[in-house]
């Protein structure tokens, strides 16, 4: 009965996850097209990324402080309209405006603010759903990202196969079909309270609570262990196979994504069977295992095969912090989920960052870089260890 009341909330979270993998990946399939036809520099286009992510570091850090006050419906029918217009602002703003990049830009802080919102409210809107099983929800929630990030990179490579990708205008007002449909989900789902008013921790007795600055470098090494692999995917396949730019997408971040989101949905249909520490203790040392072979591997294929296997590796790390954090802290409220997804917006710069530096330190030999990076998936193994003994005691 409950699953029945709940469906369109569970719907609505799991297209808003889908309108994030589609704000976070589809812009940078375009990076080529932009180059050519608005002469953007590469400096300009690295801009673009860091500008996302900046912009959806700052929504993170004001929800702490507003989302409370404004309440969870309006905030995120918000990031469902700000998500389709920025999606839709691409198809003609970098045209009418005097300075493409400038048009570009701002398309992309509106769609990150959108992005930014759903990251840290979907979570809590789907913990405070009454359901049994959390950690499974949670777990099953964050995978359409990951299908969201599949579809994305699948059906805009074979669009462009078809239809060429000048007309990718087009395949962008497609795309933003799904969060505009979307508001109608979040304004009439059920959307419960997450704590009885008043009992929420504020982000003072947050900040004063040892256990959560465990939590904060939890989802750092989360963060940074997922997005420092996916984002050198593409490279490592275009490496491994010598094969174009296209098929390179589909084998590299694809596969990374399809195997990230067959762990979550591994553990949502097997989480009241297995424990939720345990098994993102095993994650932890594949995860750490995976980034040795592909940085290791003598033969590209079996670095290949690190990256692709760390996809299902890293999987449970993200959403088993969160719903670690909140058994841990159920009262931690929106300012908690507003940090969690800081710390792991954070990790996923920082990350990606170390990977590039180390890599050029080394001659552009991204396979040192790589296994630089094996750095954070042991910072989450580190967490996860302290906090056994508490998640066993809560639980």
Known sequence: MEHKHYGKTLLAGYLGSVTQAISANFLPLLYVTFQAAYRFSLTQIALISAVF?????????????????????????????????????????????????????????????GSGLIEVLSSPIIEACPFENKEGHMSLLHSFYCWGFAAVVLFSTLFFRCFGIENWRILALLWSIIPIYNIYNFATCPIEPLTDEGESMTTKDLLKTKVFWLFLLLMVGAGASEISM???????????????????????????????????????KFSEKINLVTYMTVSGVLAVACYLVAGLAQLPLFGLLGCTVCGFAVGILWPGSISL????????????????????????????????????????????????????????????????KRYKKEK
Not at 242 to 255: E, F, M, N, R, T
Not at 326 to 353: H, N, Y
Request: aromatic share 8%.
């Open 325 to 388: 954090s909140a058994g841990i802290l159920p009262k931690g409220g929106t300012a908690l989920f507003a940090f969690l997804a800081l710390a792991g917006d954070l990790g996923g710069s920082v990350g990606p960052a170390l990977v590039g530096t180390v890599s050029q330190a080394a001659n552009n030999n991204l396979q040192i870089g790589v296994v630089s990076g094996v750095a954070f998936p042991i910072l989450l193994l580190v967490c996860v260890i302290l906090l056994r």
């Open 230 to 268: 996916s984002q050198w995917a593409s490279t490592f396949a275009e490496s491994a196979l010598h094969v174009s730019k296209s098929a390179g997408d589909l084998i590299g971040p694809c596969g990374f994504a399809v195997c990230m989101g067959l762990s979550r949905v591994l553990f949502s």
């Open 53 to 113: 992510f900046f912009a959806q570091l700052v929504v993170d850090y004001l929800c702490a402080k507003v989302v409370d006050k404004i309440g969870y419906r309006p905030c995120v029918v918000t990031a469902q309209v700000t998500s389709a217009l920025g999606i839709i602002g691409l198809t003609f703003l970098p045209d009418v405006l005097p300075n493409a990049f400038i048009g570009t830009l701002l398309c992309v802080i509106v769609y990150a603010i």
